[in-house]
């Protein structure tokens, strides 16, 4: 099954303005992870939550997680247009194979000066 | 630090041969590597997972007599598409992390290759 489900598919907004991804997931994970990818190009960490984390900040980055309703938000505040490209996150199921990272589907961001 | 580095970034080649991908850590000693394939527009899937020294364990659904995987090192990964056909045609992507069995969801990717197959 699919784990880690990102909505929306694809965020458009003008620079300076907040984004919000959200993140579901279906099954218990150990810690849940942000990356960021730029067109045609690998991936870049953002931020990794531990399950037993509901908030983290890094910069101009939040995220929090809800074990209970199994998902996970990034806002990115005062967005730049440098901050255009697809968003990913990551989980690690605990138990059995827990090192796998399961991807989401991603998120589109494009910042418009 | 933690850089991981891929080769080549791009490459093309006729169908029915085969293409080989190299994926390093430059400053750190991979105990674990990933190698993720992505399509247009899509997510990362994760095709198989190799330590230093032993065979891959590959993802259900991926053939691992066409992708032929070897980690003879702890910097050193390679990915082999063996008989490669357009629709190997992909962004492959490899990690890494330092780290042994369930702490190895620290990883660090490379950028990626693209591979087309024509």
């Known amino acids: 099954s699919q784990q880690g489900e990102e909505d929306p598919q694809a965020l458009s907004i003008q620079e300076g303005e907040n984004a919000t991804m959200n993140c579901s997931y279906k099954?218990?994970?150990?810690?849940l992870q942000w990356y960021r990818q730029n067109s045609g190009r690998g991936l870049v960490h953002l931020i990794l939550?531990?399950?037993?984390?509901r908030e983290k900040h890094s910069g101009r980055l939040r995220v929090t997680l809800d074990t209970s309703k199994k998902s996970s938000s990034l806002l990115i505040t005062a967005s730049r247009a440098a901050d255009t490209a697809s968003y990913f996150c990551?989980?690690?199921?605990?138990?059995?194979?827990?090192?796998?990272?399961?991807f989401g589907k991603g998120t589109l961001l494009t910042v418009n000066p | 630090g933690a850089v991981v580095s891929q080769h080549p970034s791009r490459v093309i080649c006729k169908s029915g041969t085969s293409v080989k991908i190299e994926c390093r850590s430059l400053?750190?000693?991979?105990?674990?590597m990933f190698w993720y394939r992505q399509f247009p527009k899509q997510s990362l899937m994760l095709m198989a997972t190799?330590?230093?020294?032993?065979?891959?364990?590959?993802e259900q659904g991926v053939e691992k007599d066409k992708f032929l995987i070897n980690h003879a090192s702890l910097t050193l990964s390679t990915l082999t598409v063996t008989s490669a056909h357009p629709e190997d045609s992909s962004f492959y992507i490899c990690?890494?992390?330092?780290?042994?069995?369930?702490?190895?969801?620290?990883?660090?990717f490379g950028p990626g290759t693209r591979l087309t197959v024509t």
């Open positions: 190799s330590n230093e020294g032993s065979k891959a364990t590959y």
């Open positions: 400053d750190f000693q991979a105990t674990t």
């Open positions: 099954t218990s994970i150990n810690n």
């Open positions: 939550i531990r399950s037993n984390e």
């Open positions: 990690s890494a992390s330092a780290l042994p069995g369930v702490q190895a969801y620290e990883q660090y």
């Open positions: 990551a989980t690690d199921a605990s138990g059995g194979s827990n090192y796998k990272l399961t």
